[in-house]
């Protein structure tokens, strides 16, 4: 990853209205999906548009340090399959604060023969794995917590999957199901998931299942409480990572919160990534939304009035820091609801945005799954110091209260590095009308 050096605290100038052109960089989620996928596949596959960040960096080190090779050049990754073996019979993997790595990778370790230890920062000891580890014992594994407290460092004595039948809860991140998925085609036999619980982000469990079709294993599902894997390969092929749904989300409410209008190039109604449900909400709330395939165009409502309204995000929670701030400016409350697993992110965002929403004057109720938000009376004098919580999405969401309200500063704005290094550029290079 480019190193990008950042200030303390950022400083947003107020902008728009926008009519601006945007291309966002490649999808996070399908990069680590397709990282996995492609490092268990029989052969060598080309991954093209991937992402270039801390969350993908730190995937890329650990398949090499597992002896799969993965080459950069780029947003280009060329991956060197294994077929299903892990070459190193050793290692201890440190991922940093990516939830996606941590979790895929330890389902990837064990299938292999030998001992590993995955670890992260402080907050990633706090994100809860023991799900995903009881299950994965189910099927033959042998890990356990090296503290004895459901969080990591992982460690995993790994002698291959016997595969059966399992149960995996869903109450909590769609990840662990995604993490059993993508290596369940090379356990010993047929695998069985079932889901426990109401399964969260059902859209992060699509991608996974379309992903591993294009790779050539088909799954056999019942609704999204039971998931039949059959032994299989994955063969290599080359793949095209579309854009960042959950990035452009930012450049849509960018264009919400400053007036006019914005475009992103490459994420349209064809995505099949989740987030770009946003759109949709956002269309709700006042805004005109043209798209094709590939591109969507978000205008604001002519002036820059936006709608309230009640919107279940359990789907798409990682846009909900973003649609919170974006209520600020609407014409009546905006009910954010159904979004428990926000509080086991890489930080409570539930708890974060309501302490950094209230900086601005805003009346805001939090409540066990969800956050009202009234829109604000009168705009904040001074400067309103914002606090990020080592939170990529908060820093990236609140800083587009900041396109409207000046003196908005963003502390710790290095955070963004984690899915996207030159979010803060790219915002301030947007164009006015």
């Known amino acids: 990853m480019p190193a990008t050096h950042f200030p303390d605290t950022l400083t947003i100038t107020p902008r728009g209205p926008l009519a601006a052109r945007v291309t966002i960089p490649g999808s996070k989620s399908l990069t680590n999906r397709a990282l996995i996928v492609a490092a268990l596949a029989e052969g060598v596959s080309t991954l093209y548009g991937c992402l270039i960040a801390e969350d993908s960096e730190v995937m890329v080190r650990a398949l090499n340090q597992l002896g799969i090779l993965v080459e950069v050049d780029g947003s280009t990754f060329t991956v060197h399959g294994a077929g299903g073996t892990i070459p190193a019979d050793s290692a201890d993997l440190d991922v940093r604060l990516s939830g996606t790595s941590i979790r895929f990778l330890a389902a990837l370790v064990s299938l292999g023969q030998g001992a590993y230890r995955l670890d992260g920062t402080q907050r990633m000891r706090e994100r809860p794995i023991g799900d995903l580890l009881t299950s994965l014992n189910q099927l033959g594994a042998n890990t356990r917590n090296e503290a004895d407290n459901d969080c990591p460092p992982v460690v995993i004595e790994a002698r291959g999957l016997q595969g059966g039948t399992t149960q995996i809860a869903g109450d909590k991140s769609s990840q662990f199901l995604s993490a059993l998925l993508m290596s369940a085609p090379y356990a010993e036999r047929e695998v069985a998931l079932e889901v426990t619980g109401v399964l969260q982000s059902k859209p992060f469990v699509d991608?996974?299942?379309?992903?591993?079709?294009?790779?050539?294993?088909?799954?056999?599902?019942?609704?999204?409480?039971?998931?039949?894997?059959?032994?299989?390969?994955?063969?290599?092929?080359?793949?095209?990572?579309?854009?960042?749904?959950?990035?452009?989300?930012?450049?849509?409410?960018?264009?919400?919160?400053?007036?006019?209008?914005?475009?992103?190039?490459?994420?349209?109604?064809?995505?099949?990534?989740?987030?770009k449900r946003l759109m949709y909400v956002l269309r709700d709330m006042g805004c005109t939304l043209t798209t094709t395939a590939t591109s969507s165009t978000l205008r604001a409502p002519d002036g820059g009035v936006l709608k309230g309204g009640t919107f279940d995000l359990n789907d798409i929670p990682d846009q909900a820091q973003t649609l919170a701030v974006v209520a600020l400016f609407a014409d009546s409350p905006v009910h954010i609801t159904n979004v428990w697993n926000m509080r086991i992110k890489e930080t409570d965002r539930l708890r974060a945005v309501r302490n950094e929403l209230v900086k601005f004057g805003a009346q805001v109720e939090e409540g066990d799954d969800d956050i009202l938000i009234y829109p604000l009376k009168t705009l904040p004098k001074g400067e309103v110091h914002i606090d990020t919580y080592g939170d990529h999405r908060m820093a990236m969401a609140f800083a587009l209260a900041g396109l409207r309200i000046p003196g908005v500063v963003i502390h710790d704005p290095q955070c963004v590095t984690k899915t996207f290094p030159d979010f803060f550029e790219r915002l301030a290079n947007l164009q006015g009308a």
Do not use: C, K
């Open 207 to 275: 991608l996974t299942l379309g992903l591993m079709a294009d790779f050539g294993v088909q799954v056999q599902q019942d609704g999204y409480s039971r998931f039949v894997i059959p032994s299989g390969r994955y063969q290599a092929r080359n793949y095209a990572i579309e854009g960042d749904a959950t990035a452009a989300g930012y450049f849509w409410g960018a264009a919400a919160v400053a007036g006019g209008e914005v475009t992103v190039e490459n994420v349209g109604h064809a995505a099949r990534q989740g987030d």
